[in-house]
């Protein structure tokens, strides 16, 4: 058993240590907008914050966690985030699956990166989309970076 | 939630619990002119609620082509809705929603407008008119002096209006109009331009619900326990170990394995881990699947037919054969070219899933799937039940690309429930598969091979064109006992360019792996073995491949078009002053009604290959959403790319490798160079937007490498050339 904050509410894990956090969160809390896609850490469509870090939820054994770890998922990103803001006025998504992990990796990516190039966008992305938006994923990222700038 | 399928009455007006009175079903297209299937209720696609707000339900399936929004504006635009009170749901099953060009309620074939849009625009159009005689009505005005604009009828004259709201239910008591008029291009609000997505809200919020993310009361989950192998029967051992493991209720035996059903699914995959499955006979590998297929290359009595372009009988194979044997005779030069494509897998990102639930002599479907006919009747054999007794529910969808149109993981979850314990009886079963049984249980993208032989004139013109094709039959894989067709994914299409004598032919090799529809179809190989072709002949006679490939396209004015707009783009005109290593290349692309062409900019050094830049040319007549079209050739492309570079799927005893997602030839973000894609407009039918980008990227590229002095390449992927492929 294990307590941690998801979303910055207290939740109470009571499932084996080897269970991924990834479904941890989908079949036990119940929140499905982090993605399975491969389950080996390969396509980042499961990306949560963990303690402010981007993560790939099926890789992360609930054992592993310590108490009153911070998880952030795409379901408590702010409803007018500037990513997922730019996001929408980029209608950036085909089929939409890959891209929760997307905005989750991007928020992450933008913290660290407050005024990326293009070139460390290509680098600094590394969630798979297999729609192949990925020249609307970096427009956005520039976008949302732009606003963010003027939050400063 | 999406938006599911409710019967409704045929009849004009209904109640809907708490809602009053509706405009909801409209009767048969068929007696309102044109287009349109006997007794289609088109009412089924809309209602007009009381308060004017207007739901659409699109019959198709929403995988990421956008059909979703594109759909529901054909009718809003016939309506003049207000697009701001327009909800769009997802259907299911339903009788009446046939797709007129494919016979059943299936998507596929990048159909859904080129099929839909009549009965769509006919049904806004015949609400509209029904609410412009009900103002009429109340006003005692004529209806030709009365006009719609966002959900309000307009008389000018007396400036006054109603909202739709305001005529429903008095229009809904009206009789239905025989003819409507539909709108001219001209008069289009919505069509034709870019606004926001409705879907895209809920997808960046993580609150779109997929297939994988059903909910439901007293819900269990399933994991699969599957053998490696991809075909050939099987014993499975280890079901008393897993019905063993804490928190396991049942293991029930199902099509192709043993489903593990829990309470949540990684206590079920743990315990499906502990089936194991010994295969029954020897299971081919794939030395044994090439020279199956290189020996049909080779027998020229091998079963098979000759083809003509669409429309023309088919020819007999011995005088088709005989008419390009003269021709090839008197030709000056002969080329001759083998080429091959390998098996690729479709890797949609969520993965395979269905939830199923059986009560009281009901089965509920939860499905993300291409193919909702094909899977309701399925149940319905499956459960014994009529098909009236099926519901059949989709779900938006993690990518498609042909891959659900099967139902083999719909079978699955189906004799889950019906599989279930006495005590389980009843609950909802949401059973998922796992990333490596994603991989092993595709139906895969037939591998084929072709053999070209074209002969030249005097001139340098092409006078005659042979081409044979071998691979497994799609059209078989999919219904038995069906005959080989021109859409089938073993046969070579319709030659674009102007050949005198052409004859093409197929034989179809009979091996046991799965296959079935891949993005694009029979375009992606056979457009590879044409382009490459293109720029062998071109090179063959001296010729620019841009001019030699124009030269024979002097009767089509829109794939010169599509061309010449490309090479604009690439600066075709100074690629010869582009630096040592660089080499540009392009194809030819079209397909579903549509005119593409693809372009490529490559750099070789040392053994490594750059891939500098791609462009994309469309024309699919009006673009609807001009926006969406031009993503969904640039999405097209990137999935093009990623099987040309490292596509391949090879077996081994049966069982298919890779299955990492990161090397099945799925393009990398980093993998991806600038692609720009340009629309241009040669005509007015709306042709299709989501496949007809994929095919070009491989020829263009081979085309590309080959004019950066690097190898001939006749084999996909590019990277089995020696090429290491550099991001």
Redesign the interface.
Same mark, same amino acid.
């Given at each position: 058993m294990i307590e941690i904050l998801v979303n910055g509410e207290r939740r109470v894990l009571e499932?084996?240590d080897d269970?991924?956090l990834l479904?941890a969160l989908?079949?036990?809390l119940?929140m499905?907008?982090?993605?399975?896609?491969?389950?080996?850490g390969?396509?980042g469509?499961c990306t949560v914050h963990l303690d402010g870090e981007a993560v790939r939820s099926c890789t992360v054994e609930v054992g592993s966690l310590s108490s009153g770890a911070e998880v952030l998922?795409?379901?408590g990103?702010p409803?007018d985030h500037a990513v997922?803001q730019a996001?929408?006025a980029g209608?950036?998504?085909?089929? %939409?699956?890959?891209?929760?992990g997307q905005?989750m990796a991007a928020t992450a990516f933008l913290k660290a990166n407050p005024a990326p190039t293009p070139e460390q966008i290509?680098?600094g992305?590394?969630?798979?989309?297999?729609?192949?938006?990925? %020249?609307?994923?970096a427009e956005a990222i520039a976008r949302a970076a732009e606003t963010l700038k003027h939050w400063d | 939630m999406p938006v599911a399928y409710e019967p409704v009455s045929r009849r004009g007006v209904f109640k809907i619990a708490g809602l009053g009175l509706c405009l909801a079903a409209l009767p048969s297209a068929a007696r309102a002119g044109e287009a349109g299937g006997e007794g289609e209720a088109f009412g089924i696609y809309m209602r007009l609620m009381p308060d004017g707000a207007v739901q659409v339900l699109t019959p198709n399936a929403?995988?990421?082509?956008?059909t979703y929004d594109a759909l529901a504006k054909l009718v809003a635009e016939e309506l003049d809705a207000d697009w701001a009170r327009v909800s769009i749901g997802l259907s299911g099953f339903h009788p009446g929603m046939v797709n007129p060009r494919l016979g059943q309620q299936v998507t596929g074939n990048s159909e859904a407008v080129r099929g839909y849009s009549t009965i769509l625009r006919r049904a806004g159009a015949t609400a509209r008119a029904m609410l412009v005689q009900a103002a009429s009505l109340r006003w005692g005005v004529p209806t030709a002096r009365l006009r719609t604009e966002a959900g309000h009828v307009l008389n000018d004259m007396a400036e006054a209006r109603f909202s739709y709201a305001e005529l429903v239910s008095d229009a809904a008591l009206l009789p239905v109009p025989e003819v409507v008029p539909l709108k001219d291009e001209a008069d289009f609000r919505l069509l034709g331009r870019?606004l926001?997505?409705k879907?895209?809200?809920d997808?960046?919020?993580?609150?779109?619900?997929?297939g994988?993310?059903i909910?439901l009361p007293d819900m269990l989950?399933a994991a699969m326990a599957m053998p490696a192998a991809a075909w050939g029967g099987f014993r499975a051992m280890g079901m008393e170990a897993a019905l063993a493991v804490p928190g396991v209720q049942a293991v029930v035996p199902v099509r192709g394995g043993q489903a593990v059903v829990a309470?949540?699914?990684?206590?079920a995959q743990k315990a499906a881990a502990l089936i194991s499955f010994e295969a029954e006979g020897e299971l081919l590998s794939q030395a044994a699947l090439d020279a199956a297929m290189a020996a049909a290359l080779d027998d020229d009595d091998a079963p098979g037919a000759a083809f003509a372009p669409y429309g023309t009988p088919l020819p007999v194979r011995d005088e088709s054969r005989a008419l390009v044997a003269d021709a090839m005779a008197g030709a000056v030069k002969r080329v001759r070219m083998d080429a091959d494509v390998p098996y690729l897998a479709h890797?949609?990102?969520?993965?395979m899933n269905c939830t199923a639930q059986l009560t009281d002599g009901a089965l509920t479907v939860w499905a993300p799937n291409q193919s909702p006919e094909d899977s309701a009747k399925l149940a319905a054999k499956l459960t014994g039940l009529p098909l009236d007794r099926i519901d059949f529910r989709r779900t938006?969808?993690?990518?498609?690309?042909g891959r659900r149109w099967n139902n083999d993981y719909v079978q699955q979850a189906v004799e889950t429930v019906m599989g279930l314990p006495p005590t389980l009886q009843g609950r909802p079963v949401k059973l998922?598969w796992?990333?490596t049984q994603d991989g092993q249980h595709d139906f895969y993208r037939s591998a084929s091979r072709a053999r070209t032989e074209v002969g030249l004139d005097a001139g340098g013109r092409i006078c005659a064109w042979r081409t044979k094709v071998v691979g497994q039959s799609l059209m078989l894989a999919w219904r038995e006992g069906a005959t080989p067709q021109m859409r089938d994914g073993s046969l070579i299409k319709e030659l674009p360019y102007g050949v005198p004598v052409v004859h093409l032919e197929t034989a179809p090799v009979s091996l046991p792996v799965p296959v079935g529809f891949w993005r694009s179809v029979a375009h992606m190989p056979n457009i590879f073995f044409q382009e490459i072709m293109m720029d062998a002949l071109a090179a063959e006679v001296g010729a620019d491949p841009l001019d030699f490939r124009l030269a024979h396209l002097a009767e089509d004015p829109r794939s010169r078009a599509v061309l010449e707009t490309l090479a604009g783009m690439m600066g075709w005109a100074g690629r010869g002053r582009a630096p040592k290593g660089v080499g540009h290349g392009l194809a030819l692309s079209n397909g579903y009604g549509s005119w593409c062409a693809v372009g490529a900019r490559v750099k070789l050094a040392e053994g490594q290959l750059i891939v500098e830049r791609l462009w994309g040319v469309m024309d699919c007549g009006l673009a609807l959403e001009p926006?969406?079209v031009r993503?969904?050739v640039?999405?097209?492309?990137?999935?093009g790319l990623g099987a040309a570079l490292d596509g391949r799927v090879s077996f081994e005893d049966g069982v298919a490798s890779p299955l990492?997602?990161?090397d099945i030839g799925?393009?990398?973000?980093?993998g991806?160079p600038?692609?720009e894609v340009k629309l241009i407009r040669g005509g007015d039918a709306v042709g299709g937007a989501g496949e007809v980008g994929v095919p070009g990227v491989a020829p263009a590229l081979c085309n590309a490498i080959l004019a950066a002095g690097g190898p001939a390449i006749r084999s996909l992927p590019i990277s089995a050339a020696g090429l290491t492929v550099v991001v």
């Open positions: 499932v084996a269970m991924p479904w989908r079949d036990v119940g499905t907008g982090t993605k399975f896609g491969c389950g080996q390969q396509c469509a998922t795409i379901e990103l409803e997922i996001w929408e209608n950036v998504p085909q089929c %939409g699956y890959c891209q929760p905005i290509r680098e992305m590394m969630n798979y989309c297999r729609c192949g938006t990925y %020249g609307q994923i | 929403e995988m990421g082509q956008g870019d926001p997505r879907e895209v809200p997808k960046v919020r993580g609150r779109a619900i997929y994988i993310d909910k989950v309470g949540d699914w990684w206590t890797a949609t990102l969520e993965p938006f969808m993690g990518g498609g690309f998922v796992s990333r926006e969406n993503r969904q640039e999405g097209a492309m990137v999935f990492g997602l990161t799925m393009s990398s973000p980093a991806v600038p692609i």
